[in-house]
């Protein structure tokens, strides 16, 4: 297995906590998170994840859903500032636009945990990033990838001698879609055969099965139904969306266009088992605990990583039936 790295008033904010074991001074520890909204069975997992780590730590969590929305993030932020929480968490719409925000916490005192994506700020605004390498997974997809393709041994659906693929990319300006783009892409290029692939269509699909399978009917209708020969999607919900518009196509997805995504929840497992997919790259959502263990630290004063890493791995079809029932997500 590898290490990777990843760090509202929309919503409303609830609070959750339970236990004696998260305090400061005697007093119980306040955490402030800001969650970027619930586009994904990822993101759900994420989300349960940190809400059930601060019960269990003894935490209050003052949570906020920004409903994809970067200004109820920054709301929120600020909202946590005016309550005087012990620290703020959150997870990034997309990289940039924090800066003010964030000099705000810091004046004020209360240190900053960015959480599985990346936000571009100076280092002295944050403490630590905690999550996972999104151009470590999209490294990840490209070689295997390349290395299906050369022991299927086909020959390109639509002729000549390049593979081609379609790219589900994630949410516009996101840290973890620019990432994934990155080490796909670099993969590709530094293969020993990576002439023999071409990136032919390459769109959005803002992470949600719904349009992923409206970006992929798009794909297929303006000519790739005959010439895709690898989806790569930079999420597995927006991969399952795919696999309705290539099914309604008359194709067969898995078969006729190989797929790989990221995420590694359980309705990829349930795809690749039926047949439809081929492979998905881990992107652990299960963060909770190590949030709530950095957060303890901090506030105690210890030393922390500036980057903290989570464990992931990369799951073939071959292995799908036997590793669905340990899935936590």
Same mark, same amino acid.
């Given at each position: ?100 925000? %964030?000099?705000?916490? *810091? /004046?004020?005192? #209360?240190?900053? !945990?960015?959480?599985?994506?990346? $936000? ?63 080490g796909f892409n670099e993969a590709m290029q530094a293969a020993e055969d990576g ?55 008359? %194709?067969?997805?898995? *078969? /006729?266009?190989? #797929?790989?995504? !990221?995420?590694?929840?359980?309705? $990829? ?61």
């Amino acid at each position: 297995m590898m290490l990777a790295l990843c760090a509202g008033c929309g919503g409303g904010e609830e609070s959750a906590s339970s236990g004696d074991s998260g305090s400061k001074d005697g007093k119980q520890i306040t955490i402030g998170y800001s969650q970027l909204g619930a586009e994904s069975e990822w993101r759900t997992a994420q989300t349960e994840s940190i809400k059930q780590a601060a019960k269990d730590a003894g935490i209050n969590l003052q949570f906020s859903d920004a409903q994809q929305k970067q200004e109820n993030q920054i709301k929120a932020i600020r909202s946590f500032i005016a309550q005087g929480v012990d620290l703020i968490a959150f997870t990034p719409i997309v990289e940039t636009g924090w800066d003010t925000v %964030l000099k705000e916490a *810091k /004046d004020a005192g #209360i240190p900053v !945990v960015i959480v599985d994506r990346d $936000a571009k700020v100076s280092d002295d605004l944050y403490v630590a990033k905690i999550g996972t390498d999104s151009v470590a997974e999209g490294r990840k997809a490209f070689e295997w990838v390349d290395q299906y393709m050369k022991e299927q041994n086909k020959t390109p659906r639509g002729g000549g001698d390049q593979y081609q693929i379609a790219v589900l990319e994630g949410t516009v300006g996101a840290s973890v879609s620019l990432g994934r783009s990155k080490g796909f892409n670099e993969a590709m290029q530094a293969a020993e055969d990576g002439s023999k692939y071409t990136i032919a269509m390459s769109q959005t699909g803002e992470f949600t099965r719904q349009k992923g399978q409206e970006v992929m009917e798009s794909f297929l209708k303006s000519g790739g139904r005959d010439t895709i020969d690898i989806l790569f999607s930079q999420n597995d919900d927006m991969a399952l969306g795919a696999i309705q518009a290539i099914e309604a196509a008359g %194709l067969q997805p898995g *078969k /006729d266009i190989v #797929i790989v995504s !990221v995420d590694g929840v359980k309705g $990829a497992f349930q795809a690749m088992i039926d047949g439809k997919s081929n492979c998905t790259v881990e992107c652990n959502p299960l963060q909770g605990p190590l949030l709530m263990e950095t957060a303890k630290k901090i506030l105690n004063g210890e030393q922390v990583d500036k980057m903290v890493y989570m464990d992931e791995g990369v799951f073939p079809a071959e292995v799908a039936e036997k590793t669905l029932p340990e899935r936590k997500y």
